[in-house]
């Protein structure tokens, strides 16, 4: 059985789950839909929940801090940063030492805390609010990655992260995508982390596409199509771990692959993954792999701006037609 319901409250369904199942996760400032569809489930689950949920004072070098003392202590919790760019506070807490602390312990410790970050350009949200830093993370060995496009693989994805990981995690969930709807199988549904999706099938190129910009490129799959263009669109939803099996595999059926991400294009996402493809996977290509991100400007704040350098499906569709004309 599945239900319709929206990305948010798919995230907040998943929660309610496992805090049932599992005494020992707990909550740090649990906001996580902003002002989206879903307040009154939000509410019922901090009333629900009230023992178990913290509001710390806003200063999240502090309570990061908290929280990642309370994993090594037998403890799970799931801190709701908010907006992505204010984790740029806690920093020294998240990388220099709940990323290490395994490694650093000979395997000895690990620090089962989850960060959600809400993410991207949101619409008139500013630099200091339309931050993309899962570039930044996913370069922080010892970080398990998780950036979901779908209500479905938020909340599977969700699910596995709270009940099974060992390791620190940063999960993503886009501002844009909070309200989308779709269908999301009932109960105890998980999503193993490094497992991509192919979101849809196709012979001439792969797109590769994250979070975001995974309805992006399936927009612009449906626009080349009605060129004689079929694209494969593949979402790796975790980017640490990686299935690049998954991925190697899409770049050698069909020869020609576009990524594209929304975080800046210098040593970003989509950057990255291109290195990989060229590195371990340059046999297959038959054109050069071509990338869809954020120019290296800031954020601008007038939306007109903000649009121009949003990584929207039109300019997947220009790329890709140059990539298959």
């Known amino acids: 059985m599945a239900t319709e319901m929206t990305y948010g409250e798919a995230l907040i369904a998943a929660i309610d789950e496992v805090m049932e199942q599992d005494r020992s996760i707990v909550l740090f400032n649990p906001s996580f839909i902003g002002m989206e569809a879903g307040q009154d489930k939000l509410a019922a689950l901090r009333k629900k929940y009230a023992a178990k949920i913290k509001f710390p004072p806003i200063a999240e070098i502090g309570f990061c801090g908290i929280a990642i003392g309370a994993a090594m202590a037998g403890l799970r919790p799931l801190v709701d940063i908010s907006t992505a760019t204010f984790s740029y506070e806690a920093i020294p807490q998240i990388v220099n030492e709940a990323a290490i602390a395994y490694s650093n312990s000979g395997g000895v410790t690990n620090v089962p805390v989850t960060f959600y970050l809400k993410f991207g350009i949101r619409g008139g949200g500013g630099v200091q609010h339309s931050g993309s830093p899962q570039s930044w993370y996913w370069n922080t060995p010892g970080l398990q990655v998780v950036m979901p496009s779908t209500p479905a693989d938020a909340k599977g994805l969700m699910r596995t992260v709270l009940l099974h990981s060992k390791d620190p995690t940063i999960f993503f969930g886009h501002d844009r995508l909070l309200d989308d709807r779709g269908s ?72 020609r692959v576009l990524i594209t991400d929304e975080s800046h294009d210098n040593c970003g996402v989509a950057a990255g993954l291109a290195a990989i493809i060229a590195d371990e996977g340059f046999t297959s290509l038959r054109a050069p792999i071509k990338r869809v991100s954020i120019p290296p400007v800031p954020v601008p704040y007038a939306v007109p701006l903000e649009d121009y350098v949003t990584p929207m499906a039109d300019r997947i569709v220009e790329v890709s037609r140059s990539l298959v004309g």
């Not at 998980?190 to 399936?218: N, Y």
């Not at 927009?219 to 079929?230: H, Q, R, V």
């Not at 494969?232 to 770049?251: F, H």
């Open 184 to 255: 999301v199988p009932d109960g105890a549904y998980e999503i193993p982390l490094g497992k991509a999706d192919i979101k849809r099938q196709g012979k001439d190129l792969t797109i590769i596409a994250t979070s975001i910009q995974v309805p992006r490129a399936l927009a612009a799959a449906e626009i080349i199509a009605k060129d004689g263009i079929s694209a494969e669109v593949i979402d790796p939803r975790t980017l640490q771990p990686l299935d690049k099996p998954a991925l190697l595999a899409s770049v050698k059926k069909t020869g």
